[in-house]
């Protein structure tokens, strides 16, 4: 009996890939883990049935489009705006992501990036590196408190909720902003984007990328923060215009930026790089084993729910 085929874009836990062995016929990533281009992609996809892939890989409807016999693709991630969903939709493509699974770690690392950013911490770690610390001073690398501050979350989501549940712990008080307005969650106050935007001493962005995201943060909003604030993006690139921001830092309008994503990643606008007031990582804010462990492991429980005619564990609406 010939197996479904399944095409793997990157490399991927081998207990997924025992788990998925027995059911697909598989071409994968495994030796050679390199990132995919669009035309790489539209080149492998032509035979497969199903698609395992990732937030990097970008599946719009020419990738769609040249795999006629596509039924299901399961992302590795809980964001799928890499994916044209809506072309999914109009050719009948299952399309699963992987929810609830990274909510605590992405959480977490939202607080390391928005407590490097605020207290200086790679700043003073490339000072020590490079043998620069002659003594200690009390002026050296002063950041700003997170204990007792603002926290502003643009996004109560899963993530915003897990990140402002955390902040009871640091006594802060926490505002923030949906589009649709949700309750009161773990004691944080709804206020308008103006507000957020006035009274956040530190603020993480959450919220997911779509169209009406896009750009959500440009100078004009940038130029309502304090001076003194620290911005944290861990959503996608684009929902912050990155020129936008760099100008910002630049001049000081705000204090700092924790950036793990961005608008053209892995590119990114080379004047980050220059800043000092800027912690850049690239893209990890689920990386801890564990939880990519569950994010592969989810992928591929939702490739063999639908290969074995069950409902999927976490499919997105279409
Ligand atoms: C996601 O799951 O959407 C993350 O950005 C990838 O780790």
């Known amino acids: 009996m010939t197996r479904p085929r399944l095409l793997i874009t990157r490399r991927i836990y081998p207990e997924a890939l025992e788990a998925l062995a027995g059911h697909f016929d598989i071409t994968d990533n495994q030796a050679n883990d390199t990132p995919t281009t669009k035309e790489g992609l539209m080149a492998a996809i032509g035979q497969a049935d199903y698609l395992f892939c990732t937030v990097a890989d970008k599946v719009d409807g020419d990738v ?13 991630a809980v964001g799928f ?16 992501n992987t929810p609830d699974v990274l909510t605590e770690t992405t959480a977490d690392f939202g607080w390391a990036l928005l407590m490097a950013t605020a207290r200086r911490v790679s700043e003073s770690e490339r000072y020590v590196r490079q043998g620069q610390w002659k003594g200690w001073a009390f002026d050296q690398f002063t950041g700003v408190d997170v204990h007792g501050a603002t926290l502003g979350i643009l996004g109560m989501g899963r993530i915003g909720g897990a990140i402002a549940r955390r902040a009871a712990g640091f006594n802060m008080r926490v505002v923030y ?17 103006q507000t957020l935007l006035a009274e956040s001493d530190h603020l993480i962005i959450v919220v997911p990328y779509s169209q009406a995201t896009h750009h959500l943060i440009t100078a004009a909003d940038l130029a309502q923060m304090k001076p003194s ?27 700092a930026a924790g950036l793990d994503v961005f608008e053209n990643e892995p590119a990114l606008h080379a004047g980050f790089l220059a800043l000092d007031n800027a912690v850049l990582t690239p893209h990890i804010a689920s990386s801890s084993r564990a939880t990519r462990g569950r994010m592969v492991m989810l992928a591929a429980e939702n490739l063999l729910a639908h290969v074995q005619g069950r409902p999927l564990k976490t499919p997105v609406a279409l």
Do not use: F
């Open 229 to 255: 604030a620290c911005l944290v993006n861990i959503a996608r690139g684009g929902v912050v215009n990155d020129a936008d921001l760099l100008n910002a830092l630049q001049r000081g309008q705000i204090r």
């Open 177 to 193: 902003h949906n589009r649709s307005k949700a309750q009161q969650e773990y004691g944080a106050q709804y206020v308008d984007k």
């Open 64 to 76: 769609i489009a040249a795999a006629p016999s596509l039924r299901m693709i399961a992302t590795g």
């Open 81 to 96: 705006n890499n994916i044209d969903a809506q072309a999914c939709k109009a050719r009948g493509i299952a399309l699963s």
